[in-house]
């Protein structure tokens, strides 16, 4: 099981995301219609990917700058966007000892950052806070017999890792040295930045691709064919269960398999044996919902995912009958990596247990309404209707989130 995971997500005023206070479990499916700010949840996580990579002030002019990102609605716009994560962050932390937290604050006029990093030890059972406001970093510590200790970290030492105004933490302060918590947060950076928003790209994932190394699945399935080669070549009982849920969601499959149009050229594609073919059928001439099958069955059967995995739209292209089997291998696959999953499918959500649910919705100002019911009122509901399928409770508007 992975050892890190996010436990919840508030956000203020980010895009539609006025106030938002988002538990997280280890499958969250967010359902509601378009503009609800499904999106906008994942686009937090790319603005904190980017700011890791490519630092604050670049991450926000990427994206327009501060007021192409500040909350639209109400009667003035706000001065500030907040984004906080709260969870087993670091890689050896104890959940019995409390949440360790993240926290981005960026402030207008003038254009302003403050970042606090609360993180424990799990080799001293002390707790560390760092709080970096424009150049400067202040550390202060909490023992586990209970004293308190803080110090300002040494001009010397912020000027040598550059921290500057608008600099990150999650991009400098790993380059402390272990005794002032670099580590622990190099673990925090590795985790926001490393996350994967996967989305199938048909028209590159049925390509010829070189093949050979370890590179992972990437983002849109663009190296699918040497990804599945090496599942069969070295996780020989993993791709056992892929090809099997693959056959028995494709009925006219027999087996999945491989060609080299190259010679011998180091380059392949996928090829499907069906029933009552004479030859293959290359996956270029799959339909596109086959194609987009394998591409997330590869994903969730990746043994080595990231801590926490996006999807939007999981359903776009599959037939009903496919959904089943991915949502068993989501929860199966979620002992490895966290799903943060968006879809429109009522068909999709019948499959849920209500923990999984998230429903969304906008507010009278523009603002939106995430979740609009906490796990146990769903509860409450599907009690009431004795066993409705939570699909179709959201399509009759009884948990809200109408489409």
């Known amino acids: 099981m992975t050892t890190q ?16 206070r988002l538990p997280l479990g280890p499958v969250n499916v967010l359902v509601g219609p378009n503009g609800a700010g499904k999106t906008n949840v994942l686009e937090v996580f790319r603005l904190l990917a980017d700011i890791v990579h490519v630092d604050l002030s670049r991450a926000l002019d990427m994206r327009g700058g501060f007021d192409k990102l500040v909350f639209r609605g109400g009667d003035r716009p706000p001065k500030f966007i907040q984004v906080e994560v709260k969870g087993w962050l670091t890689e050896e932390h104890n959940p019995k000892e409390g949440a360790e937290e993240y926290r981005l604050r960026v402030e207008t006029d003038p254009l302003a950052r403050k970042e606090e990093f609360d993180f424990s030890f799990s080799d ?28 300002r970290l040494p001009d010397v030492l912020t000027q040598t890792i550059g921290i500057q105004p608008l600099s990150s933490g999650l991009s400098t302060l790993p380059r402390l ?81 491989f060609d080299y149009p190259s010679g011998a050229g180091r380059s392949v594609v996928v090829v499907l044996r069906e029933r009552g073919l004479r030859w293959p059928t290359q996956l270029m001439d799959a339909s596109y919902g086959t194609i987009r099958l394998l591409g997330l069955l590869a994903m969730l059967h990746d043994p080595q995912p990231p801590a926490l995995t996006c999807v939007e739209e999981v359903d776009h292209g599959l037939h009903p009958q496919a959904l089943e089997i991915l949502v068993e291998r989501v929860r ?41 019911l906490s796990a146990e009122r769903i509860r409450e509901i599907v009690r009431a209707s004795e066993g409705m399928p939570l699909g179709e409770l959201w399509f009759s508007g009884a948990l809200g989130g109408d489409l």
């Open 5 to 20: 995971r996010l436990t919840e997500l508030r956000v203020d005023n980010f895009r539609s995301l006025r106030k938002v």
């Open 124 to 151: 001293t059972g002390s707790w560390r806070e760092i709080i970096v406001t424009g150049g400067r970093a202040m550390s202060m510590d909490r023992k586990a017999d209970g004293r308190f200790s803080a110090q």
């Open 177 to 257: 040295s272990d005794e002032f918590g670099g580590r622990e947060v190099g673990a925090i950076a590795d985790l926001l930045s490393n996350f994967r928003i996967f989305d199938v790209e048909v028209a590159k994932a049925f390509m010829p691709v070189a093949f050979g190394g370890d590179e992972p699945l990437r983002d849109d399935a663009s190296n699918l064919a040497a990804f599945l080669l090496r599942l069969r070549d070295n996780h020989g009982d993993i791709w056992e269960r892929l090809e099997a849920d693959a056959i028995e969601v494709l009925p006219q499959l027999e087996g999945i398999d």
């Open 332 to 372: 199966e696959a979620s002992e490895r990596t966290q799903f943060i999953i968006a879809t429109h499918s009522p068909a999709l959500a019948d499959r849920l247990r209500p923990e999984e649910l998230i429903v969304c919705e906008r507010g009278d100002e523009g603002e939106s309404v995430i979740p609009v």
